[in-house]
Nanobody, 124 residues
Framework: QVQLVDSGGGVVQAGGSLRLSCAAS????????MGWFRQATGKEREFVAA????????TYADSVKGRFTISTDNAKNTMYLQMSSLKPDDTAVYYC?????????????????WGQGTQVTVSS
Protein backbone atom coordinates (compact mmCIF):
# COMPACT_ATOMS: atom_id res chain seq x y z
CA GLN A 1 0.00 0.00 0.00
CA VAL A 2 1.53 3.29 -1.15
CA GLN A 3 0.96 6.27 1.11
CA LEU A 4 2.09 9.86 0.64
CA VAL A 5 1.95 12.33 3.51
CA ASP A 6 2.29 16.06 2.80
CA SER A 7 3.44 18.53 5.40
CA GLY A 8 5.07 21.93 5.82
CA GLY A 9 2.30 24.28 4.81
CA GLY A 10 1.47 27.42 6.73
CA VAL A 11 0.90 31.14 6.59
CA VAL A 12 3.70 33.33 5.26
CA GLN A 13 4.02 36.93 4.12
CA ALA A 14 4.59 37.76 0.48
CA GLY A 15 8.25 37.43 -0.36
CA GLY A 16 8.78 34.73 2.23
CA SER A 17 9.71 31.07 1.91
CA LEU A 18 8.34 27.67 2.87
CA ARG A 19 9.49 24.11 2.37
CA LEU A 20 6.93 21.40 1.79
CA SER A 21 7.71 17.75 2.44
CA CYS A 22 6.18 14.55 1.08
CA ALA A 23 7.03 11.36 2.91
CA ALA A 24 6.35 8.10 1.12
CA SER A 25 5.77 4.62 2.43
CA UNK A 26 5.22 1.46 0.45
CA UNK A 27 7.53 2.41 -2.40
CA UNK A 28 10.95 3.84 -3.15
CA UNK A 29 11.06 7.31 -4.71
CA UNK A 30 14.06 6.39 -6.81
CA UNK A 31 12.04 4.34 -9.30
CA UNK A 32 9.08 6.58 -10.09
CA UNK A 33 8.20 10.07 -11.24
CA MET A 34 6.95 12.44 -8.56
CA GLY A 35 5.19 15.77 -8.69
CA TRP A 36 3.60 18.66 -6.87
CA PHE A 37 0.22 20.12 -7.75
CA ARG A 38 -1.86 22.85 -6.16
CA GLN A 39 -5.50 23.82 -6.03
CA ALA A 40 -6.74 27.26 -5.07
CA THR A 41 -10.29 27.80 -3.87
CA GLY A 42 -12.69 27.73 -6.79
CA LYS A 43 -10.02 26.68 -9.29
CA GLU A 44 -8.91 23.44 -10.89
CA ARG A 45 -5.89 21.53 -9.67
CA GLU A 46 -2.79 22.74 -11.51
CA PHE A 47 0.68 21.40 -12.11
CA VAL A 48 3.54 22.95 -10.14
CA ALA A 49 6.65 20.79 -10.56
CA ALA A 50 7.75 17.24 -11.28
CA UNK A 51 10.88 15.14 -11.32
CA UNK A 52 12.09 11.68 -12.10
CA UNK A 53 12.72 9.58 -9.03
CA UNK A 54 16.45 9.88 -9.49
CA UNK A 55 16.22 13.66 -9.72
CA UNK A 56 18.00 13.70 -13.09
CA UNK A 57 15.16 15.54 -14.78
CA UNK A 58 12.83 18.22 -13.44
CA THR A 59 10.16 20.46 -14.93
CA TYR A 60 8.26 23.46 -13.55
CA ALA A 61 5.17 25.46 -14.33
CA ASP A 62 6.09 28.84 -15.80
CA SER A 63 4.41 30.56 -12.87
CA VAL A 64 6.87 29.09 -10.35
CA LYS A 65 10.04 28.69 -12.42
CA GLY A 66 12.99 30.31 -10.72
CA ARG A 67 11.16 30.54 -7.39
CA PHE A 68 10.36 26.89 -6.52
CA THR A 69 12.73 23.92 -6.41
CA ILE A 70 11.70 20.28 -6.33
CA SER A 71 14.09 17.76 -4.81
CA THR A 72 14.22 14.39 -3.18
CA ASP A 73 16.14 12.65 -0.43
CA ASN A 74 15.93 9.01 -1.44
CA ALA A 75 17.58 7.86 1.76
CA LYS A 76 14.64 9.36 3.66
CA ASN A 77 12.11 8.52 0.93
CA THR A 78 11.00 12.12 1.10
CA MET A 79 10.36 14.71 -1.60
CA TYR A 80 10.53 18.45 -1.05
CA LEU A 81 9.26 21.63 -2.62
CA GLN A 82 11.30 24.65 -1.62
CA MET A 83 9.23 27.75 -2.29
CA SER A 84 10.78 31.21 -2.27
CA SER A 85 9.63 34.72 -3.20
CA LEU A 86 6.10 33.62 -2.46
CA LYS A 87 3.19 35.63 -3.83
CA PRO A 88 -0.46 35.82 -2.78
CA ASP A 89 -1.30 33.97 -6.02
CA ASP A 90 0.62 30.97 -4.66
CA THR A 91 -2.07 30.50 -1.99
CA ALA A 92 -3.54 27.01 -2.43
CA VAL A 93 -3.66 23.50 -1.07
CA TYR A 94 -0.52 21.75 -2.27
CA TYR A 95 -0.51 18.03 -3.06
CA CYS A 96 2.33 15.67 -3.75
CA UNK A 97 1.74 12.84 -6.17
CA UNK A 98 3.48 9.82 -7.60
CA UNK A 99 3.22 7.84 -10.82
CA UNK A 100 3.68 4.15 -11.52
CA UNK A 101 6.10 5.18 -14.26
CA UNK A 102 9.56 6.71 -14.50
CA UNK A 103 8.44 9.38 -16.97
CA UNK A 104 7.49 12.91 -15.93
CA UNK A 105 4.01 14.13 -16.75
CA UNK A 106 2.20 17.44 -16.07
CA UNK A 107 -1.32 16.07 -16.18
CA UNK A 108 -2.80 15.25 -12.78
CA UNK A 109 -4.85 12.43 -14.34
CA UNK A 110 -1.63 10.54 -15.00
CA UNK A 111 -0.65 10.35 -11.34
CA UNK A 112 -1.67 7.30 -9.35
CA UNK A 113 -1.04 8.20 -5.72
CA TRP A 114 -1.73 11.41 -3.84
CA GLY A 115 -0.98 13.02 -0.52
CA GLN A 116 -3.75 14.52 1.57
CA GLY A 117 -2.68 18.10 0.83
CA THR A 118 -1.19 20.90 2.89
CA GLN A 119 -2.48 24.48 2.94
CA VAL A 120 -0.18 27.33 1.94
CA THR A 121 -1.45 30.85 2.54
CA VAL A 122 0.55 33.86 1.39
CA SER A 123 -0.56 37.18 2.82
CA SER A 124 0.06 40.48 1.06
Amino acid sequence: QVQLVDSGGGVVQAGGSLRLSCAASGRSFGNYAMGWFRQATGKEREFVAAMTGSGESTTYADSVKGRFTISTDNAKNTMYLQMSSLKPDDTAVYYCASRRSWYIRRNADQYDYWGQGTQVTVSS
